[in-house]
C-alpha cells in the first residue's frame, strides 16, 4: 500500500464554490501528480510538480491550480467549481531517482458540482 | 498519434477460470509499460512492469507479456478470484520528453462471479 493519502474521499458542492483538495505522501517523491478521470475512460493528467516551487499544466486544460510549497504536499484548488468539474481526480507520486519512475496513487477524490 | 488500445472493454468470468486482457499501442520512443489494477472507487495500484528487452514477467497470479516488435502486450490471469474484480489499466511510457510521459487506456472492466 502507497503511502499516498487524499482528502476528502467524497464531495458534494453548489456551483461557484471554491474548494481544494488535498494530497500529502509521506515517501519523500520529488514528482507528483494529479489526474482527471471520468467513468470508463482513461486518466488525463492535469497538473505536475518536479519539486518544491515547481508546477506545470499537463495535457488536459483544467481551471485548478496546485501549489508545491512542501514536498509531501501538492493540493489542487477550484475557484468556483462548475457541474463540468464533476470527476475523480487522482493524485500520484513517482521517485524521480529510479528508471522506472513508477507512480503510486493515492485512493481519489470523488467531486460532485450540483 | 501516440495511443494505447484495451480489449475487451469488459469481461466477466467465473470463479476459478483464467482470463487474458490484452493492450496495443503506438506510443514511440517507448520505454516501458506497466499494468495497473484499479478498484471501484480507488486509485491505480502498479502490478507489473516492463522495459523494452522483457517480454514476460509474472506477479503471483498475474502474469504480464510483451512484443515490441508488434507493441501488444497481454495480461493473463490464472485462476481467478472474486477480488480480481477490476479495472485493469495498460500504461505505456515514452520517455521521449523530460517528463517521461505516460499513456493511459481505458481499462478492461473485469468481473468475477461466483
Known amino acids: 500500500e502507497a503511502d499516498i493519502y487524499q482528502t476528502p474521499r467524497y464531495l458534494v458542492i453548489g456551483t461557484g464554490k471554491k474548494i481544494t483538495l488535498e494530497c500529502s505522501q509521506t515517501?519523500?517523491?520529488?514528482?507528483m501528480y494529479w489526474y482527471q478521470q471520468d467513468p470508463g475512460m482513461e486518466l488525463h493528467l492535469i497538473h505536475y510538480s518536479y519539486g518544491v516551487n515547481s508546477t506545470e499544466k499537463g495535457d488536459l486544460s483544467s481551471e485548478s491550480t496546485v501549489s508545491r510549497i512542501r514536498t509531501e504536499h501538492f493540493p489542487l484548488t477550484l475557484e468556483s467549481a462548475r457541474p463540468s468539474h464533476t470527476s475523480q481526480y487522482l493524485c500520484?507520486?513517482?521517485?524521480?531517482?529510479?528508471?522506472?519512475?513508477?507512480?503510486?496513487f493515492g485512493p481519489g477524490t470523488r467531486l460532485t458540482v450540483l | 498519434k501516440n495511443q494505447v488500445e484495451q480489449s475487451p472493454q469488459s469481461l466477466i468470468i467465473l470463479e476459478g477460470k483464467n482470463c487474458t486482457l490484452q493492450c496495443n499501442y503506438t506510443v514511440s520512443p517507448f520505454s516501458n509499460l506497466r499494468w495497473y489494477k484499479q478498484d471501484t472507487g480507488r486509485g491505480p495500484v502498479s502490478l507489473t512492469i516492463?522495459?523494452?528487452?522483457?517480454n514476460t514477467k509474472s506477479n503471483g497470479r498475474y502474469t504480464a507479456t510483451l512484443d515490441a516488435d508488434t507493441k501488444q502486450s497481454s495480461l493473463h490471469i490464472t485462476a481467478s478470484q472474486l477480488s480480481d474484480s477490476a479495472s485493469y489499466i495498460c500504461?505505456?511510457?515514452?520517455?521521449?520528453?523530460?517528463?517521461?510521459?505516460?499513456?493511459f487506456g481505458r481499462g478492461t472492466q473485469l468481473t468475477v462471479w461466483p
Open positions: 515517501m519523500g517523491h520529488d514528482k
Open positions: 500504461v505505456v511510457s515514452d520517455r521521449g520528453s523530460t517528463l517521461g510521459r505516460l499513456y
Open positions: 516492463m522495459t523494452f528487452s522483457e
Open positions: 500520484a507520486s513517482s521517485d524521480a531517482g529510479t528508471s522506472t519512475d513508477t507512480q503510486y
